[in-house]
């Protein structure tokens, strides 16, 4: 069989990936694509999700497609993934298939900075991926793939933006993992709130755990509380109107918590019911589920807010319902103080 490689770190996996394995099938002489994740990337550093989790996306999103395969031998490898290594190993451990490897513009430009690059296109043809109008340089014994681009990056994706551009599949296990969570709330706030916001979760976390409660629930609820917070007032009112319009008379500074909890639901695919319910209420409270609480209490304590909580946390990390009760007590006599003037 003839096998094309498409390697990279898809950290995570999107459609312009499966973009080019589907134009490869479709235009090139070969039977397969395989998949390569790298296992440690040389020319790259902050890759977030697992070596597990890349492969998991990957085989979720080219699920259903036939002549597609995940290929993990750059695990077995192990240490940092060069190419070179990775094709003298594939041809001693497949002798009966053919490879060539295919890649995108933006790796094509990088090719001379890769270790060995001219042993490594004496061993294997590539195939480059690209609009075709462009005028850029790849070493010319590349041979050129005319394909319609689509403009993402994994590096956009982990930021929380065109998540339209992820196989539904994989948007869902990125929301159920909470994968990239930390970069997609830092990219719509300020660096204080995104300090509180690790902050609580952390707090939601050591509560979690004298409770026995699920710690990634109350680690992602803590990190998503104030996504919306931050939302022009202009924006805001529009949500508000056309999600909850029986709740818009409601106080402005209590609208980031409904809103909030629609948004990580369309936005991350967070489905998670402990989590939506807690986000929603989180700033007037709701004394029904131990996340609810939690939250609340969690927000309103958080050690960052620079005052000595340490009372009221001890409280609540014995009894929860009398912790709520206190905290909810505190908010209500300053609300009062702060009506009277
Ligand atoms: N939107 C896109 N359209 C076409 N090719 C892409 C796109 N994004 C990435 N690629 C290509 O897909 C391959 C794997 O991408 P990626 O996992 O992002 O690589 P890495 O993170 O190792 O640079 C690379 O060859 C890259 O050039």
Request: aromatic share 12%; proline share 3%; net charge positive.
């Amino acid at each position: 069989m003839r096998i094309a490689i498409l390697g990279g770190s898809f950290d995570p996996i999107h459609l312009g990936h499966l973009q080019i394995a589907k134009t490869a099938l479709k235009k090139l002489a070969i039977d397969e694509v395989w998949f390569m994740p790298t296992f440690s990337t040389p020319l790259k550093q902050g890759q977030q999700a697992s070596f597990a989790d890349r492969c998991f996306m990957i085989k979720r999103a080219i699920y259903g497609y036939r002549r597609m395969k995940v290929c993990t031998l750059e695990q077995q490898l192990g240490g940092t993934s060069y190419t070179i290594d990775t094709v003298k190993r594939l041809k001693k451990q497949y002798p009966m298939h053919e490879f060539c490897w295919l890649i995108g513009m933006d790796q094509a430009i990088r090719f001379p900075d890769w270790k060995s690059s001219e042993e490594l296109k004496q061993e294997i043809d590539f195939y480059v991926f690209s609009r075709g109008s462009e005028e850029i340089e790849v070493p010319n014994d590349f041979h050129k793939v005319a394909m319609e681009l689509y403009d993402v990056s994994s590096q956009e994706i982990r930021q929380g933006k065109k998540l339209y551009m992820l196989p539904k599949s994989v948007r869902m296990y990125i929301g159920k993992k909470g994968l990239y969570i930390e970069g997609m709330v830092q990219n719509v706030m300020s660096e204080k709130r995104y300090r509180h916001s690790v902050s609580v979760a952390r707090l939601c976390v050591e509560l979690a755990k004298a409770h026995h409660l699920d710690e990634h629930t109350a680690y992602l609820m803590g990190l998503v509380h104030d996504v919306c917070k931050e939302l022009p007032y202009e924006s805001a009112a529009v949500e508000m109107k056309y999600y909850y319009p029986q709740l818009q008379q409601e106080a402005r500074a209590i609208w980031h918590g409904y809103i909030g909890a629609h948004y990580i639901r369309t936005h991350y695919a967070i489905y998670d019911k402990h989590i939506g319910q807690a986000v929603f209420h989180h700033v007037k409270g709701r004394n029904r589920t131990d996340y609810d609480r939690i939250l609340f209490v969690a927000d309103k304590l958080d050690p960052s807010r620079g005052y000595d909580s340490s009372k009221e946390i001890a409280v609540c990390r014995k009894d929860l319902k009398i912790g709520y009760e206190l905290v909810k007590k505190q908010q209500e006599e300053y609300l009062e103080k702060e009506r009277k003037g």
